[in-house]
Protein backbone atom coordinates (compact mmCIF):
# COMPACT_ATOMS: atom_id res chain seq x y z
CA UNK A 1 0.00 0.00 0.00
CA UNK A 2 2.22 2.77 -1.29
CA UNK A 3 1.56 6.49 0.30
CA UNK A 4 -0.58 4.87 2.61
CA UNK A 5 0.60 2.68 6.47
CA UNK A 6 3.28 1.16 6.69
CA UNK A 7 4.21 -2.45 5.00
CA UNK A 8 4.36 -5.12 7.28
CA UNK A 9 7.69 -7.21 6.87
CA UNK A 10 7.72 -9.46 3.79
CA UNK A 11 6.19 -12.74 4.31
CA UNK A 12 5.09 -12.37 8.05
CA UNK A 13 1.47 -10.67 7.34
CA UNK A 14 -0.93 -11.85 10.12
CA UNK A 15 -4.61 -11.47 9.89
CA UNK A 16 -3.87 -8.94 12.55
CA UNK A 17 -1.54 -6.68 10.84
CA UNK A 18 -3.59 -6.71 7.61
CA UNK A 19 -6.75 -5.70 9.56
CA UNK A 20 -4.72 -2.67 11.47
CA UNK A 21 -3.11 -1.45 7.83
CA UNK A 22 -6.47 -1.69 6.22
CA UNK A 23 -8.38 0.25 8.69
CA UNK A 24 -5.07 2.71 9.05
CA UNK A 25 -5.37 3.34 5.00
CA UNK A 26 -9.38 3.62 4.99
CA UNK A 27 -9.48 6.00 7.79
CA UNK A 28 -10.45 9.48 6.69
CA UNK A 29 -12.10 7.85 3.97
CA UNK A 30 -14.99 6.03 5.08
CA UNK A 31 -17.06 5.82 8.25
CA UNK A 32 -16.53 2.36 10.06
CA UNK A 33 -12.76 1.72 8.75
CA UNK A 34 -12.35 -1.22 10.94
CA UNK A 35 -15.39 -2.53 9.93
CA UNK A 36 -15.15 -2.41 5.93
CA UNK A 37 -10.77 -3.96 6.60
CA UNK A 38 -12.55 -7.05 7.71
CA UNK A 39 -15.21 -7.30 5.32
CA UNK A 40 -12.63 -7.06 2.65
CA UNK A 41 -10.12 -9.26 4.27
CA UNK A 42 -12.81 -11.95 5.08
CA UNK A 43 -13.87 -11.80 1.27
CA UNK A 44 -10.19 -12.44 0.40
CA UNK A 45 -9.70 -15.18 2.75
CA UNK A 46 -13.24 -16.51 2.93
CA UNK A 47 -13.35 -16.26 6.51
CA UNK A 48 -16.26 -14.55 8.05
CA UNK A 49 -15.28 -11.69 10.77
CA UNK A 50 -15.59 -13.67 13.71
CA UNK A 51 -13.14 -16.22 12.35
CA UNK A 52 -10.86 -13.74 11.45
CA UNK A 53 -10.74 -12.12 14.96
CA UNK A 54 -10.78 -16.55 16.43
CA UNK A 55 -6.98 -16.59 14.15
CA UNK A 56 -6.01 -13.06 14.22
CA UNK A 57 -1.93 -14.13 14.76
CA UNK A 58 -2.22 -16.48 11.27
CA UNK A 59 -0.08 -16.24 8.29
CA UNK A 60 -1.41 -14.90 5.17
CA UNK A 61 -0.03 -15.69 1.92
CA UNK A 62 1.42 -13.34 0.41
CA UNK A 63 -0.85 -13.28 -2.74
CA UNK A 64 -3.93 -12.85 -0.38
CA UNK A 65 -2.78 -10.09 1.54
CA UNK A 66 -1.98 -8.40 -2.27
CA UNK A 67 -5.03 -8.69 -3.34
CA UNK A 68 -6.26 -7.33 0.32
CA UNK A 69 -3.90 -3.95 -0.31
CA UNK A 70 -5.92 -3.59 -3.80
CA UNK A 71 -8.64 -3.72 -2.20
CA UNK A 72 -8.49 -1.44 0.62
CA UNK A 73 -6.59 0.95 -2.32
CA UNK A 74 -9.83 0.84 -4.35
CA UNK A 75 -11.94 0.83 -1.31
CA UNK A 76 -9.92 4.34 -0.22
CA UNK A 77 -10.60 6.07 -3.92
CA UNK A 78 -14.44 5.27 -2.17
CA UNK A 79 -15.22 2.84 -4.85
CA UNK A 80 -18.60 1.33 -3.40
CA UNK A 81 -18.01 -2.14 -1.17
CA UNK A 82 -21.12 -3.79 -3.64
CA UNK A 83 -18.98 -3.06 -6.42
CA UNK A 84 -15.60 -4.23 -4.86
CA UNK A 85 -17.31 -7.75 -4.17
CA UNK A 86 -19.39 -7.96 -7.54
CA UNK A 87 -22.41 -8.35 -5.45
CA UNK A 88 -25.25 -7.10 -3.64
CA UNK A 89 -28.12 -8.71 -1.04
CA UNK A 90 -32.09 -7.85 -2.32
CA UNK A 91 -34.72 -8.93 -0.58
CA UNK A 92 -33.01 -11.98 0.67
CA UNK A 93 -31.36 -12.99 -2.73
CA UNK A 94 -27.79 -11.98 -4.06
CA UNK A 95 -27.63 -10.14 -7.46
CA UNK A 96 -24.60 -9.45 -9.60
CA UNK A 97 -23.32 -5.84 -10.03
CA UNK A 98 -20.88 -4.02 -11.29
CA UNK A 99 -20.25 -0.09 -12.01
CA UNK A 100 -23.42 -0.42 -15.51
CA UNK A 101 -25.58 -0.53 -12.87
CA UNK A 102 -27.15 1.50 -9.83
CA UNK A 103 -26.61 -0.90 -6.34
CA UNK A 104 -30.02 -1.96 -5.49
CA UNK A 105 -30.91 -0.32 -2.38
CA UNK A 106 -32.60 -1.08 0.72
CA UNK A 107 -35.53 1.58 0.05
CA UNK A 108 -36.41 -0.60 -3.16
CA UNK A 109 -37.46 -3.09 -1.11
CA UNK A 110 -40.45 -1.77 -0.20
CA UNK A 111 -41.41 -1.10 -4.22
CA UNK A 112 -40.89 -4.85 -4.06
CA UNK A 113 -43.61 -5.45 -1.41
CA UNK A 114 -45.99 -3.07 -3.28
CA UNK A 115 -45.88 -5.00 -6.06
CA UNK A 116 -46.37 -8.25 -4.48
CA UNK A 117 -48.79 -7.09 -2.15
CA UNK A 118 -51.09 -5.80 -5.96
CA UNK A 119 -49.77 -8.76 -8.11
CA UNK A 120 -52.10 -11.92 -8.60
CA UNK A 121 -49.68 -14.94 -9.62
CA UNK A 122 -49.95 -14.97 -13.34
CA UNK A 123 -50.20 -11.31 -13.90
CA UNK A 124 -48.41 -9.62 -16.30
CA UNK A 125 -45.88 -7.54 -15.11
CA UNK A 126 -43.69 -4.67 -16.51
CA UNK A 127 -40.73 -3.38 -14.63
CA UNK A 128 -39.36 0.15 -16.34
CA UNK A 129 -35.15 0.71 -16.15
CA UNK A 130 -34.61 -2.29 -14.52
CA UNK A 131 -30.78 -2.10 -14.17
CA UNK A 132 -29.35 -5.14 -12.23
CA UNK A 133 -33.18 -6.69 -12.73
CA UNK A 134 -33.42 -6.93 -8.94
CA UNK A 135 -37.05 -5.90 -9.15
CA UNK A 136 -38.21 -8.10 -11.76
CA UNK A 137 -36.26 -11.40 -10.68
CA UNK A 138 -37.63 -10.83 -7.54
CA UNK A 139 -41.40 -10.84 -8.57
CA UNK A 140 -41.32 -13.61 -10.99
CA UNK A 141 -39.27 -15.58 -8.02
CA UNK A 142 -42.50 -14.72 -5.87
CA UNK A 143 -44.82 -14.78 -8.22
CA UNK A 144 -43.68 -18.06 -10.41
CA UNK A 145 -46.52 -17.57 -12.45
CA UNK A 146 -46.57 -14.09 -13.65
CA UNK A 147 -45.06 -13.38 -16.81
CA UNK A 148 -42.52 -10.32 -16.55
CA UNK A 149 -41.33 -8.45 -19.34
CA UNK A 150 -37.88 -5.92 -18.24
CA UNK A 151 -36.61 -2.84 -20.34
CA UNK A 152 -33.88 -0.46 -20.21
CA UNK A 153 -32.00 1.97 -22.29
CA UNK A 154 -28.71 0.99 -21.24
CA UNK A 155 -27.07 -2.34 -23.19
CA UNK A 156 -24.89 -2.78 -20.08
CA UNK A 157 -27.28 -2.62 -17.70
CA UNK A 158 -29.49 -5.36 -19.78
CA UNK A 159 -26.35 -7.73 -19.81
CA UNK A 160 -25.86 -7.80 -15.62
CA UNK A 161 -30.00 -8.38 -15.64
CA UNK A 162 -29.34 -11.08 -18.26
CA UNK A 163 -26.34 -12.59 -15.83
CA UNK A 164 -29.05 -12.20 -12.90
CA UNK A 165 -31.59 -14.09 -14.44
CA UNK A 166 -29.31 -16.74 -15.11
CA UNK A 167 -28.32 -16.80 -11.65
CA UNK A 168 -31.61 -17.18 -10.72
CA UNK A 169 -32.96 -19.49 -13.09
CA UNK A 170 -35.57 -16.72 -14.47
CA UNK A 171 -34.59 -16.65 -17.63
CA UNK A 172 -36.99 -18.32 -20.11
CA UNK A 173 -39.63 -16.05 -17.59
CA UNK A 174 -38.48 -12.65 -17.46
CA UNK A 175 -37.84 -11.09 -21.22
CA UNK A 176 -35.30 -8.42 -21.41
CA UNK A 177 -36.37 -5.78 -23.66
CA UNK A 178 -33.80 -2.56 -24.73
CA UNK A 179 -36.60 0.20 -24.77
CA UNK A 180 -36.70 3.99 -23.62
CA UNK A 181 -39.24 4.10 -21.38
CA UNK A 182 -42.75 2.50 -22.60
CA UNK A 183 -41.78 3.04 -26.03
CA UNK A 184 -41.96 -0.20 -28.47
CA UNK A 185 -44.58 -2.10 -25.88
CA UNK A 186 -48.30 -1.97 -26.57
CA UNK A 187 -50.67 -0.62 -24.55
CA UNK A 188 -52.76 -2.67 -22.54
CA UNK A 189 -50.27 -5.56 -22.09
CA UNK A 190 -49.65 -5.28 -18.42
CA UNK A 191 -51.81 -5.46 -15.51
CA UNK A 192 -48.58 -3.50 -13.14
CA UNK A 193 -46.07 -1.40 -14.08
CA UNK A 194 -43.19 -1.36 -11.48
CA UNK A 195 -40.51 1.79 -11.60
CA UNK A 196 -37.10 2.67 -9.83
CA UNK A 197 -36.88 5.38 -12.63
CA UNK A 198 -33.60 7.84 -11.95
CA UNK A 199 -35.07 10.75 -10.15
CA UNK A 200 -31.85 12.91 -8.52
CA UNK A 201 -31.89 16.76 -9.88
CA UNK A 202 -28.14 17.02 -11.61
CA UNK A 203 -28.03 20.08 -9.01
CA UNK A 204 -27.82 17.91 -6.20
CA UNK A 205 -24.46 16.36 -7.86
CA UNK A 206 -22.03 17.86 -5.69
CA UNK A 207 -23.73 16.93 -2.91
CA UNK A 208 -23.90 13.20 -3.20
CA UNK A 209 -21.45 10.86 -1.63
CA UNK A 210 -18.54 10.18 -3.83
CA UNK A 211 -19.47 6.49 -4.19
CA UNK A 212 -22.79 7.28 -5.95
CA UNK A 213 -21.56 10.90 -7.59
CA UNK A 214 -18.19 9.22 -9.39
CA UNK A 215 -18.59 5.95 -9.26
CA UNK A 216 -22.70 4.91 -10.36
CA UNK A 217 -23.90 4.78 -13.23
CA UNK A 218 -25.35 8.84 -14.37
CA UNK A 219 -27.90 7.67 -16.52
CA UNK A 220 -29.34 5.49 -13.78
CA UNK A 221 -29.66 8.55 -10.94
CA UNK A 222 -30.39 12.10 -12.78
CA UNK A 223 -33.35 13.13 -14.42
CA UNK A 224 -33.13 16.71 -15.16
CA UNK A 225 -35.13 18.85 -12.21
CA UNK A 226 -35.84 15.01 -10.52
CA UNK A 227 -38.70 14.87 -12.03
CA UNK A 228 -38.36 14.47 -15.86
CA UNK A 229 -38.99 10.86 -16.07
CA UNK A 230 -41.95 10.79 -13.65
CA UNK A 231 -43.50 13.60 -16.34
CA UNK A 232 -42.31 11.17 -19.19
CA UNK A 233 -43.84 8.08 -17.91
CA UNK A 234 -46.79 9.86 -16.72
CA UNK A 235 -47.67 10.91 -20.01
CA UNK A 236 -47.42 8.21 -21.34
CA UNK A 237 -49.92 6.44 -19.02
CA UNK A 238 -52.59 6.02 -21.69
CA UNK A 239 -50.51 2.58 -21.46
CA UNK A 240 -52.57 1.46 -18.68
CA UNK A 241 -56.11 0.74 -18.73
CA UNK A 242 -58.87 1.64 -16.46
CA UNK A 243 -57.84 -0.74 -13.13
CA UNK A 244 -54.52 -1.31 -14.28
CA UNK A 245 -51.59 -0.27 -11.60
CA UNK A 246 -48.04 1.70 -11.76
CA UNK A 247 -46.01 1.69 -8.76
CA UNK A 248 -43.56 4.25 -8.69
CA UNK A 249 -40.44 4.60 -6.30
CA UNK A 250 -40.17 8.51 -5.78
CA UNK A 251 -36.79 10.43 -3.42
CA UNK A 252 -37.53 12.76 -1.02
CA UNK A 253 -40.27 16.07 -1.28
CA UNK A 254 -41.20 14.46 -4.40
CA UNK A 255 -44.93 13.36 -3.51
CA UNK A 256 -46.72 15.89 -4.20
CA UNK A 257 -45.13 16.75 -7.66
CA UNK A 258 -45.47 13.20 -8.47
CA UNK A 259 -49.27 13.24 -7.12
CA UNK A 260 -50.09 15.96 -9.53
CA UNK A 261 -48.51 14.53 -12.32
CA UNK A 262 -50.27 11.31 -11.59
CA UNK A 263 -53.57 13.46 -11.21
CA UNK A 264 -53.15 14.86 -14.65
CA UNK A 265 -52.44 11.66 -16.18
CA UNK A 266 -55.64 10.17 -15.57
CA UNK A 267 -53.99 7.87 -12.34
CA UNK A 268 -55.52 8.61 -8.79
CA UNK A 269 -53.14 7.37 -5.37
CA UNK A 270 -54.34 4.50 -4.21
CA UNK A 271 -51.29 4.36 -1.38
CA UNK A 272 -47.92 5.61 -0.44
CA UNK A 273 -45.56 3.88 1.55
CA UNK A 274 -42.99 5.57 3.64
CA UNK A 275 -39.24 4.18 4.05
CA UNK A 276 -37.69 3.00 7.72
CA UNK A 277 -36.71 6.96 7.33
CA UNK A 278 -39.88 7.95 7.07
CA UNK A 279 -39.71 9.25 3.95
CA UNK A 280 -42.72 8.65 1.42
CA UNK A 281 -40.60 6.24 -0.82
CA UNK A 282 -43.54 4.20 -3.17
CA UNK A 283 -46.67 5.27 -4.87
CA UNK A 284 -48.95 2.95 -6.05
CA UNK A 285 -51.07 4.93 -8.89
CA UNK A 286 -54.44 2.87 -11.14
CA UNK A 287 -55.35 4.23 -13.61
CA UNK A 288 -59.12 5.93 -13.74
C1 LIG B 1 -32.55 4.14 -10.57
S1 LIG B 1 -32.02 2.89 -11.71
C2 LIG B 1 -33.01 1.52 -11.13
C3 LIG B 1 -32.40 0.17 -11.39
C4 LIG B 1 -33.17 -0.98 -10.71
N1 LIG B 1 -34.53 -1.05 -11.19
C5 LIG B 1 -33.16 -0.83 -9.20
O1 LIG B 1 -34.22 -0.50 -8.64
O2 LIG B 1 -32.11 -1.06 -8.57
C6 LIG B 1 -32.82 3.41 -13.18
C7 LIG B 1 -32.57 2.59 -14.43
O3 LIG B 1 -33.30 3.20 -15.50
C8 LIG B 1 -32.52 3.10 -16.67
N2 LIG B 1 -32.96 4.15 -17.59
C9 LIG B 1 -32.54 5.44 -17.63
N3 LIG B 1 -33.19 6.08 -18.63
C10 LIG B 1 -34.04 5.19 -19.20
C11 LIG B 1 -34.98 5.27 -20.26
N4 LIG B 1 -35.19 6.41 -20.94
N5 LIG B 1 -35.67 4.15 -20.61
C12 LIG B 1 -35.45 2.99 -19.92
N6 LIG B 1 -34.58 2.87 -18.91
C13 LIG B 1 -33.88 3.96 -18.55
C14 LIG B 1 -31.09 3.24 -16.21
O4 LIG B 1 -30.21 2.69 -17.16
C15 LIG B 1 -31.13 2.48 -14.89
O5 LIG B 1 -30.78 1.12 -15.09
Redesign the pocket.
Known amino acids: MPDGPKQPPPGAARIVDLLDLGQEHLAGSVEQPRREAALLLGEVLRLSEAQLYARADDDVPEPAALSYGQLIRRRADRIPVAYLLGRRE?HGRTFAVDP??????PE?EH?VEAVLNCTEDGARVL??????????ITVALERPASRVV?????P??LAVAAANCRRHGVEDRVRLVR?????ALRPGAFDVVV?????IDVGEWPSLMPEVRDHE?P???F?GDGLD?YR?LLAASGFLQAGQRLLL?IGKGQLEAVRGLAERGGLDVEWVVADLAGIPRVMTLRRR
Not at 195 to 199: F, G, I
Open positions: FRVLIPRTLDVGTGSGCIAATDLSGAADLLTSNPPYPEALAFRE
